[in-house]
């Protein structure tokens, strides 16, 4: 886990110099506030731009257990990670990055549990309800008249 943490941090310090670079070069000289409500922003933005749509076919398709679950696993990565900065700061216990990938795991377990008895009550459900539609029987003068 500390390996992918440093990957990103990495990651992302270089596309921080890069942008100070393109500020620089510019002659624009956004102070560091500036570039981050900039970035934030278009990066957000972005974001908006790509997961809307994505979001609306989900749920226009029955979906939404796929939209809370990607709300819910973002809170709970950010929730992780929050608790051990908020240990770090303040004494409390030792940051550790293997309390995040637990925590972490946690939810997916405890998740994937859910799913299978969701899955078995929807597939019992399925076998037990009965339709109590009345069904219509169309004579063939009816469909004749219908098709033309």
Known sequence: ???????FTTWIAKVHDHVLQINDAG????????????????FGMLMIFVLYPLFKWLAKNGHTMVITWL???????????????????????TMETEDIAYGITGFLVMFLLFAILRGLYHG?????????????????????????
């Open 71 to 93: 709300y819910v696993f973002t809170v709970v990565i950010t929730l992780c990670f929050a608790i051990e900065i908020g240990q770090w700061y303040t004494g409390t216990g």
């Open 124 to 148: 019992i459900k399925t076998m037990v309800y009965r339709d109590k539609r009345k069904t219509i029987t169309y004579s063939r003068e009816d469909l004749d008249r219908y098709n033309k």
């Open 27 to 42: 002659g624009w000289y956004f102070s560091d506030k500036q570039l981050h409500f900039i970035v934030v922003g278009v």
């Open 1 to 7: 886990m500390w390996e992918i943490i440093y990957t």
